[in-house]
């Protein structure tokens, strides 16, 4: 049989069947996706083949693939979802702040995968005037460099319902900080959903996990025993604290930061670094305030991870 993954809970994948039925596989110990090594070797989105005792035996070619270091073993990777059509990353500006590095450590990854992002401003309701105009400032920042964002509260429900067509027959990967608001969100999206949720750690500010798994969740349910595969999804994921970058060439890490790449065609030496070479078109511009110090101290962060080769977390 031949199906779609739907849930990865670890140790048990829920396989969404072409004919539609739900069954829990597992895979053998040694089971391993050639030339990739990784903690999970199977992943929501994942089309596989599975035997009649339920085990995955095959998995098929992917299109694309989000992966992040694993936290705790360096060597390897985590594949956060596989066959996305895109992502949607929520951030926030306030309780907790998703830093610059974050998002464009997440964007560059998702450049290199080839997968479009939008980015997602929650909890607008939460901004004082001040706030709000340095969101503002963000949001125009990423729309230069040509990222498509929007701003919301999944709280108060502003902004949510004008995301559906956005979402409208495609794969779409949720992701973002712990405590920005995920689940929240799929719940304004999904009601039928009903994604735990939980409050803010006063003492650090910082989110507390709800979401422990992925899972694949229709955003058309035709009802409560089966859903409709090929309705709209959104792949709900465990919030990431941190995004260690995963397989990335130095020589190819421009490329993955769209405005640093613009000008790199500039540049005097065709492998130039962009730190310190003479006639470097992107330190140039940088000087020039075309590019924002933000995301050139992003570049730097993520070019210092492929000398140390280790994971680093968000700022």
């Known amino acids: ?16 069947t072409d004919e539609n039925q739900l069954l829990d596989c597992k895979v053998k110990g040694n089971f391993r996706i050639k030339g990739i090594r990784s903690t999970n070797p199977v992943a929501v989105g994942d089309r596989v083949t599975v035997d009649e005792a339920g085990w995955i035996t095959e ?19 985590h594949i956060l979802a596989a066959n996305v059509d895109q992502a949607m990353l929520v951030v926030t500006i306030v309780k907790p702040e998703t830093s610059t590095t ?24 939460m901004l004082s005037d001040d706030e709000l105009r340095y969101q503002q400032l963000m949001i125009q920042l990423y729309e230069t460099i040509g ?20 979402l409208e027959g495609k794969i779409t990967l949720l992701s973002g900080n712990s405590g920005v608001g995920k689940s929240t969100l799929i719940n304004r999206l999904v009601p039928t959903a009903n994604q735990r949720v939980a409050d803010i ?16 969740i229709p955003l058309q349910i035709v009802n409560s025993k089966s859903v409709n595969s090929k309705s709209s ?37 065709s492998d130039c670094t962009h730190t310190h070479e003479p006639g470097c078109a992107v330190l140039k511009a940088i000087e020039d305030h075309y590019i924002a110090q933000s995301r050139y101290q992003s570049y730097l962060s993520m070019l210092d991870d492929k000398d140390e080769n280790k994971y680093r977390e968000a700022y």
């Open 201 to 216: 750690s006063d003492a650090h500010q910082t989110g507390i996990h709800t979401t422990t798994f992925s899972e694949m």
């Open 1 to 16: 049989m031949k199906g779609l993954v739907i849930k990865n809970t670890g140790s048990w994948y829920t396989v969404l």
């Open 147 to 166: 990222y498509e964002c929007r701003a919301i509260s999944a709280v108060t429900g502003d902004g949510v319902e004008a995301l559906r067509p956005l």
């Open 59 to 77: 998995i098929a070619d992917r299109r694309n693939y989000i992966i992040r270091k694993s936290i705790n073993l360096s060597k390897q990777s």
């Open 233 to 269: 999804w959104l792949i709900d994921t465990p919030g990431i604290k941190g995004f260690g970058t995963f397989d990335m060439e130095r020589s190819e890490l421009t490329s993955y930061f769209k405005e640093i790449f613009e000008f790199s065609k500039q540049c005097r030496f």
């Open 102 to 125: 974050f998002i464009d450590r997440f964007l560059a990854s998702a450049e290199a995968y080839r997968v479009p992002v939008i980015l997602i401003f929650n909890k607008t309701d």
